[in-house]
T-cell receptor, first 115, second 114 residues
Framework: AQSVTQLGSHVSVSEGALVLLRCNYS??????LFWYVQYPNQGLQLLLK??????LVKGINGFEAEFKKSETSFHLTKPSAHMSDAAEYFC?????????????FGTGTRLKVLA | DAGVTQSPTHLIKTRGQQVTLRCSPI?????VSWYQQVLGQGPQFIFQ???????GRGNFPDRFSARQFPNYSSELNVNALLLGDSALYLC?????????????FGEGSRLTVL
């Protein structure tokens, strides 16, 4: 069975500081991994995805994530936080052999950016 | 182009009632997936439909059902509502059947069960 653990349900950073949101996964098969962002009263929007090409994945809005198989991690980073980054972030894993869109989402990390 | 649209955006029901939620996918997308997002949790997979056939089902009771129409729109039905069914119900569409890419989400239908 697959699972995702997001450490820290709430993270606060100062504007301009490094953003680091943690995601660890468990999967018995090579996974696909995703980061989604959800702004208040909106649906989820894809930030980036890992599908077994480069282990360092660059996404939208300056975010990137590195797939580390040895650590079963896929942490999300951004060098400099903006006020507009305040939102909830979800890590998700998918079984590449399942043939479906049954993604397993983590419980989310709410990012607060302080002025 | 229009994104994924869902209706209604908000609704209130009482225990035991039935509800139908509707979803129109992005034009050209043939697959629709439904997710339930309880407050404070991540989305949980309910169903995936592709070309009107069920392609995947999550761990939800039989009170939950769905269907997809020839125009690829979809309905999610929940019978005998429980308080625990209160959640944001998200619909997502994709152009293909296989789960390798981006889910395009709508803004959701927020269901409150009293």
């Amino acid at each position: 069975a697959q699972s995702v653990t997001q450490l820290g349900s709430h993270v606060s950073v100062s504007e301009g500081a490094l953003v680091l949101l943690r995601c660890n996964y468990s999967s018995s098969v090579p996974p696909y991994l995703f980061w989604y962002v959800q702004y208040p009263n909106q649906g989820l929007q894809l930030l980036l995805k890992y599908t077994s090409a480069a282990t360092l994945v660059k996404g939208i809005n300056g975010f990137e994530a590195e797939f580390k198989k040895s650590e079963t991690s896929f942490h999300l980073t951004k060098p400099s936080a903006h006020m507009s980054d305040a939102a909830e972030y979800f890590c998700a894993v998918s079984d590449r052999f399942s043939g479906t869109y049954k993604y397993i989402f983590g419980t989310g990390t709410r990012l607060k950016v302080l002025a | 182009d229009a994104g994924v649209t869902q209706s209604p955006t908000h609704l209130i029901k009482t225990r035991g009632q039935q509800v139908t939620l509707r979803c129109s996918p992005i034009s050209g997308h043939k697959s629709v997936s439904w997710y339930q997002q309880v407050l404070g949790q991540g989305p949980q997979f309910i169903f995936q439909y592709y070309e009107k056939e069920e392609r995947g089902r999550g761990n939800f009771p039989d009170r939950f059902s769905a269907r997809q129409f020839p125009n690829y729109s979809s309905e999610l039905n929940v019978n005998a509502l429980l308080l625990g069914d209160s959640a944001l119900y998200l619909c997502a569409s994709t152009p293909t059947e296989r789960g390798t890419g981006e889910l395009f989400f709508g803004e959701g239908s927020r269901l409150t069960v009293l």
